[in-house]
């Protein structure tokens, strides 16, 4: 994700023309840390040449030098998970110095980084999602009917995230499970476990009411041992109906309008099975997610630019895929891995 945004940032025309001494039309300087302990590897090669990389050796050294870049910087993007509140320490970071963060709130941040309250703020405004409780490992047995999915309060990337089947294996491994998230220090929550098709989709959100462009749907690949390790996705995603396209698009604009500063690119994870409504939301994620790789891929725009400035009066974007409901067999389709490997098919 870092090689790709720092090739489509360092591909944006500069037009501040400001006192920085770089003149409008010219490109703009890309500026990113990285960790001492990666130099000489390939995969950094391609960023050292299209940005200025400051090479930091400790958590302490990172964290002052990335306070000191957003606040000179004329807009600062971070790649980080919600766990443990860390994607929002760095928009409070951005915002003592004085920068341009892009991205969403504070507060927008803190809720969609919290499972169950943005659970519970979904069902408030009716978009469909899934139920979440808090885990008691204290009780004979979790609240509603297995199979459950237990996964941390604040988790992302599938962390510590297990499929429970039954009462037989909740009294099994409960202690087990238990003493892990004890250790981890991460409150437990629960879901109930749905039959369908993984999917996600990506939306562009600006300021302005109703600015929300819908990216192409993508499907997930999820391991099947009970853990739903990430392994990558396909865009756009085979085999779903135009009504379940057609939902999937209406529930994530709903969640976005019903959030006042969800702003930026944003990610959410969705479920689609036979049941009505066909489409939930199981989570989102309020930053830059892997899909970003795949869909740069399938258009000619920068989607760098767009987030730059997402209230430009722009068309929408020109995806590289049939119009309407022929996307869904498109014969051009995007794969890629959890690393950022990329197959264009």
Known sequence: MLAALVEDFSRCPDSRGDSSGTRSGERPLVVTTLDARLRGL???KKI???????????????????????????ATLVIAPETGGCLLDRRRLTDAAGGRFLGPSLDAIRVCGDKLEFSEHLARHSVPSLPTMRLDFSAKSPEGAFPIVIKPRDGAGSVNTYAIRGAGEWRS?????????????REAIAQPFVKGRALSLAALIGR????????????????????????GGRIPAADVSPTIRREAAAVVRAACQSLPGLFGYVGFDLIAGPEKPHVRIVEVNPRLTTSYVGY?????????????DPNEARAPIAWDLPPGDEAVSAARYVEFDADGTVRVR
């Open 42 to 44: 390939r995969a950094t």
């Open 208 to 231: 302005e009411p109703d600015s929300c462009e819908i990216f192409p749907l993508a499907a997930q690949r999820l391991s099947h041992e009970g853990r739903f390790h990430y392994t």
């Open 173 to 185: 491994r409960r202690d087990e499970l238990a003493a892990g998230f004890g250790a981890a220090g």
């Open 48 to 74: 050292c040449e299209q940005a200025r990389v400051t090479w930091v050796k400790s958590p302490t050294d990172e964290r002052r030098l990335f306070q000191q870049l957003a606040g000179t910087s004329a």
């Open 296 to 308: 740069r891929r399938l258009t000619a725009e920068n989607l760098a630019a767009r987030m730059l």
